[in-house]
């Protein structure tokens, strides 16, 4: 496939992706993210692609595959956020298994906590992994402010984790 036929079928294949990111994730940011990156990944396979292929059947998968990234991504975070509280190796087998969901439930409500803007930027920074220079440039926010807002958005999860991992 050309990029100029790519081209005109990307606006029949975006809101393919975009709806399959809004029915996994639930919301438009998430939702945009996983078309954005599935039409970059079609983009430097296009002049490997089949025309005669179903490009939106291609494009849902591909969405799908995205979608199971970016959540296994967000869990990978969470349990190094998780291992490094509890130290040691103290807890073994099922033990193990029940005190790591505990502890997950309690980083979830933590992060619920946080205004939508705060887990909005630790995502982009923590989860994604953008530097304060690309977040600055993606939401309009001066660079200064945006380490210093992810800076207290972090202090302020360490704390909430603290006082629900001691209950």
Wanted: charged share 35%; with cysteine.
């Amino acid at each position: 496939m050309s990029p100029k036929e790519f081209e005109n079928i990307v606006p029949a294949l975006r809101p393919l992706m975009v709806k399959v990111g809004r029915d996994f994730f639930g919301n438009d940011a998430d939702a945009d993210d996983v078309a954005q990156e599935g039409l970059i990944r079609l983009w430097r396979y296009c002049e490997r692609l089949d025309t005669r292929r179903n490009m939106e059947a291609l494009a849902v998968k591909v969405a799908k595959n995205i979608c199971v990234e970016i959540y296994r991504r967000r869990n990978t975070m969470t349990v190094t956020l998780q291992s490094g509280m509890e130290g040691d190796e103290t807890y073994a087998g099922a033990d193990a298994d029940i005190e790591a969901g505990e502890t997950q439930q309690k980083i979830d409500e933590a992060m619920e906590r946080l205004s939508p803007r705060e887990r909005e930027l630790l995502r982009k920074r923590h989860i994604e992994g953008h530097t304060a220079e690309e977040i600055a440039t993606e939401t309009g926010i001066p660079k200064p402010s945006v380490k210093s807002m992810i800076s207290m958005a972090r202090k302020k999860l360490i704390k909430e984790l603290q006082n629900k991992l001691q209950t």
